[in-house]
């Protein structure tokens, strides 16, 4: 671990010990470690969370302590050791230590994760998905990615997650990486047609990747984006994952296409029966010159998303998790190194993945540097973008706040082919936005009316 101090090193030391205590008994352990954890955040940085699971623990018949056990049945022990500790002792409590501090002393934001696309190449080309545009122009050296993530460790990040394009084209680098940052935890966009059983041996022998595989519904809604066969190729590659007891979840994209297909129980009810853990929800966005709005989701379709998800975690045995209609679990937008950034693979640092405007290069800047730019900082000073945190997004749901920051950053834009005015692209989104203001509002206030 970078840098790491004597306290540390004692943290990760006792980390692992506790968490080799919970053996194979976690109804008699898990309470133990939620002990450990009281006791090593002392400064209370995750007191809501501890309150969260102190409940969780409660309820043993309850779904989410369901979803926690079967990551004993379902998980190959040494697999889910190792992302516990990555997850739970570097990424949040060492992790999100450094971070803290790191903030204070450069009065920037600091990122909890990195998302980074080590090529612009993919084997499919999914409708209304920049991605396609671009073709095998653009990647990442080994030896950049590298460099990416020991920059990031030493403030604190040790989270990594791959987009692209299709991150497993690179599934050498991919695992060489794991490899050589065995205290990081990754994760991986994929549209999981890559995935094979050399792959999956892979990853159970650096223990430290995870696969978030996209996919739009069932076979038809799948297809319509996808290709036709890919469907039948992403429940081959959740098979052979599900058989070596390797974790996965879901990233699923809705659009007024199969948003009440991706929101039924139905849908939901299979994906936890093919073994994801957890399922990633984002809204279309119409980015990029070839973007197609009208498969930009309804605010009704997007009103019957926050119902059903919120449901789901009272009932279903998954994580699941909306990055629009849950800022308000975050104080709204997440991105510009609030919690998150993007690289993409000419090198660009970017607030978001759907924001494609830059101001720095990983080429030219440090990682804080970066941070500590125009664009960033515009970020920073910015947000929330909104008090009602159901409408976090200053692109999708706040008229004319991405422009200005853009504007007054004198950040560009990063499509090399075909670089969109920030102007035309936000105009894309306001009457969306328009349609959703009165829809959140309703929502935001009958939420706090109960608290």
Known sequence: MADKTIKEHAESFAGKKVLDYLGEDPDRNLPKLMDWVDRFDVNDLFISQRKVFRNILDNPD???????????????????????????????????????????????????????????????????????????KLNMSYETLDDIINQ???????????????????????????????????????????????????????????????????????????????????????????KKKLPFGISCCYTNKNTEIIGSEEYIDDMIEKGAKFAWFFTYMPVGMDAVPELMASSSQREFMYHQLRKFRETKKIFTMDFWNDGEYVNGCIAGGRNYLHINANGDIEPCAFIHYSDSS???????????????????????FNENHLRPCPLLDNPGALTNMIETSKAKSTDFQNPENVVELSSKCKKAADHWAPVAENLWKNAHSQV
């Not at 999100?96 to 190449?121: F, G, V």
């Not at 990983?362 to 929330?384: C, G, N, V, W």
Request: charged share 25%.
């Open 362 to 384: 990983i080429y030219d800047k440090t990682l804080l540097e970066a941070y500590q730019a125009p664009l960033f900082m515009q970020y920073h000073q910015h947000q929330p």
């Open 62 to 136: 309850g779904n989410w302590y369901q979803l926690i056990k079967s990551l004993w049945t379902d998980i190959d022990v040494d697999v889910r050791k190792t992302f516990f500790n990555n997850f739970i002792v570097n990424t949040s409590l060492i992790g999100c230590r450094r971070q803290e501090k790191a903030k204070e002393k450069y009065q920037c934001n600091i990122p909890w994760a990195i998302l980074m696309d080590p090529t612009s190449a993919c084997n499919l080309s999914c409708i209304g998905c920049w991605a396609a545009e671009y073709g095998n």
């Open 152 to 242: 990031g460790k030493k403030v604190g990040t040790y989270m990594y997650i791959y987009s692209g394009g299709e991150p497993l084209v690179r599934k050498k680098d991919i695992i060489r990486l794991c490899d050589a940052h065995p205290d990081c935890e990754f994760l991986s966009f994929t549209n999981a047609t890559l995935i094979d059983e050399d792959f999956a041996n892979e990853m159970l022998r650096v223990k430290n990747f995870v696969p978030a595989i996209s996919i739009e519904g069932f076979e038809e809604e799948t297809d319509f984006r996808r290709g036709k066969g890919t469907y039948q190729k992403i429940i081959q590659a959740m098979e052979i994952l599900k």
